[in-house]
């Protein structure tokens, strides 16, 4: 097993290296064609009749056409005044990078994605399934409502958890029961794992703490490693009430009492609700006593033009107010 073990480590590293030599030769490239296009009035022609030249130099070299040059060009334009963000750009594919930089407008919006499709090593289907799915525009408009304890308990939390989860892959009906979901949720675990985030362990659905020699059974129950701590998922079909944190709270005292280990983090609660008022729950939270947290989940790609526009006002708005984020 450890000769194993280390040979998977040995090529995960080669991979990675490969992949960050060849990241680095298209940044020069593109810088080179950048220079040129500023001091020699390189055009399109010219960069055409340079993949020509590299394409009967190196026959059997891919990806230099005109149109991937031009790329690099652009890679490197976009970037050049960024160096925080070096490192990031070297430590994904190719493809990944074309993406990011082809679907996203903004600096902030850039590098919001390759932090995340670094942090979470998210395969190329998984950044178009979050960029289709807007998950800037979700996290800039709707950051998670967390109570105060969690933020005093757990600082980091806010940077983990969503104030809505897409779950569209359950391919749930619009009338759907919370058993439903459950068992949807369960079936496709890998996939709710992916959009939950890497540190997120699954320990079991239904599981069972016993209080008073009564037994009571949580949803769904998750280890996060980042956060060192139990998350219990409390799974609502209806819009979110006040109501429903009094029985999260008393699942998190049962599992902090019985379940949760010694060197263990205060467990922290989610209640998963099909719609929220996000006034409603920030009253909700405002006085709770438990770590907790109210999210939505939503079994449809949301409608990214729209959110897309509602976060334009938004930057506008904070224009206005002198602090509005860089371009």
């Not at 850039?110 to 289907?125: D, N």
Request: hydrophobic letters at 40%.
């Amino acid at each position: 097993m450890e000769l194993i073990d280390a040979a998977r480590t040995k090529a995960v590293v080669a991979v990675v290296a490969v992949n960050t030599t060849l990241i680095e030769l298209y940044w020069s490239i593109g810088e080179f064609i950048q220079r040129k296009i500023a001091d020699d009035g390189w055009g399109k022609g010219t960069v055409e009749v340079l993949a020509e030249h590299i394409r009967r130099k190196q026959p059997n070299v891919r990806g230099y056409s005109a149109s991937n040059l031009w790329r690099m060009m652009q890679f490197c334009e976009t970037y050049r005044d960024q160096p925080k963000l070096a490192t990031l750009l070297r430590e994904l594919p190719w493809s990944h990078n074309l993406l990011i930089m082809s679907r996203c407008k903004r600096d902030d919006e850039r590098e919001f994605y390759l932090r995340l499709a670094t942090r979470e090593r998210w395969s190329h289907r998984e950044l178009q399934r979050q960029l289709n799915g807007a998950l800037f525009e979700r996290v800039a408009l709707s950051p998670p409502k967390l109570a105060p304890a969690v933020r005093e308990i757990h600082p980091d939390a806010a940077s983990i958890f969503k104030d809505s989860y897409l779950v569209e892959f359950l391919g749930l009906p619009s009338a759907h029961s919370e058993a439903d979901l459950e068992h949807a949720l369960v079936e496709k675990l890998k996939q709710f794992l992916i959009e939950l985030g890497r540190d997120f362990c699954f320990i079991g659905s239904q599981y069972t703490v016993q209080v008073g020699g009564r037994d009571f059974a949580i949803d769904l129950l998750f280890f996060n490693r980042a956060l060192n701590c139990l998350v219990a998922f409390e799974l609502k079909i209806e819009e979110f009430q006040p109501e429903h944190l009094g029985k999260l709270e008393f699942y998190l005292e049962a599992l902090d009492r019985d379940v949760k280990k010694p060197h263990e983090q205060p467990s922290i609660g989610v209640l998963l609700c099909a719609t929220k008022d996000h006034e409603v729950v920030e009253y909700a939270l405002s006085r709770a006593a438990s770590p907790a947290l109210v999210s939505e989940y939503q079994t449809c790609l949301p409608d990214k033009k729209l959110l897309q526009a509602k976060l334009h006002e938004f930057y506008e708005l904070a224009q206005g107010a002198g602090s509005a984020p860089s371009e």
